[in-house]
């Protein structure tokens, strides 16, 4: 949880926050309710708190808005409405249905060339044991993590990348240009793909 005085992280249990002192649980205490709902009123200040300092210390920056560019409401929405974006930001349709060639769109290289390794490696299970459903149903089940997950990942994907940039002295453009979205890393998933099908069909005959 974050102290609702000066914002900094303090152990979800803690009386007295560890920065700045103030007493947590009497901040939101009041004698003319239960302590049913005093303690609600805690847990519903401590996360609109932790919402706000989300919302102002972190994507609601301009290099957030100019990395991400195409559809930045879309995932602000997303981001600001989770206490935990990073773990779980809700559903992505896109992510669900096409989630290769959403890596690519979204630059988010490192990712694709894992998702088509775990491909691969699926394949290779599947040869050995043959298992061949697995082959067919495990690629499913990756889908639907990504369109449980895509957010969370595009989130830390975005954190990470701006992390790396925190020290350039970089405009919107330069933010645009390291981020948002490429036609060209569509093309990249298209021929990753197609290079996995390839070597699939060859090494495992399927």
């Known amino acids: 949880m974050f102290c609702p005085n000066c914002g900094n992280e303090a152990p979800n249990a803690a009386v007295f926050c560890p920065t700045c002192g103030l007493n947590i649980q009497d901040y939101f205490r009041d004698d003319n309710v239960s302590k049913d709902q005093q303690d609600d009123k ?10 706000e300092k989300h919302q102002d210390a972190e994507h ?12 930045y409401h879309f995932y602000d929405q997303k981001w600001s409405v989770a206490s935990q974006p990073d773990v779980n930001a809700g559903w992505n349709w896109a992510s669900f249905f096409v989630g290769l060639f959403w890596l690519g769109y979204r630059k988010m290289y490192r990712e694709l060339l894992i998702l088509i390794g775990v491909f691969f490696l699926m394949d ?4 050995v ?18 369109g449980m997950k895509g957010n969370a ?20 453009a330069d933010y ?20 996995y099908a390839g070597l699939s069909t060859i090494i495992f005959g399927f």
Do not use: M
């Not at 805690?42 to 919402?51: E, F």
């Open 124 to 127: 290779f299970v599947a040869a």
């Open 153 to 172: 990942l595009y989130y830390r994907h975005v954190r990470q990348k701006l992390a790396e940039f925190q020290h350039d002295d970089l405009s919107q």
């Open 60 to 71: 609601k920056e301009e290099p957030w808005q100019a990395f991400v560019d195409t559809r």
């Open 42 to 51: 805690i847990n519903d200040g401590l996360t609109v708190n932790r919402s």
């Open 129 to 146: 044991t043959s298992l061949f459903f697995l082959s067919t149903l495990l690629p499913l089940v990756l889908y639907f993590y990504l």
């Open 176 to 195: 645009r240009e390291r981020g948002g979205v490429s036609g060209t890393g569509v093309v990249v998933a298209i021929i990753l793909l197609l290079s």
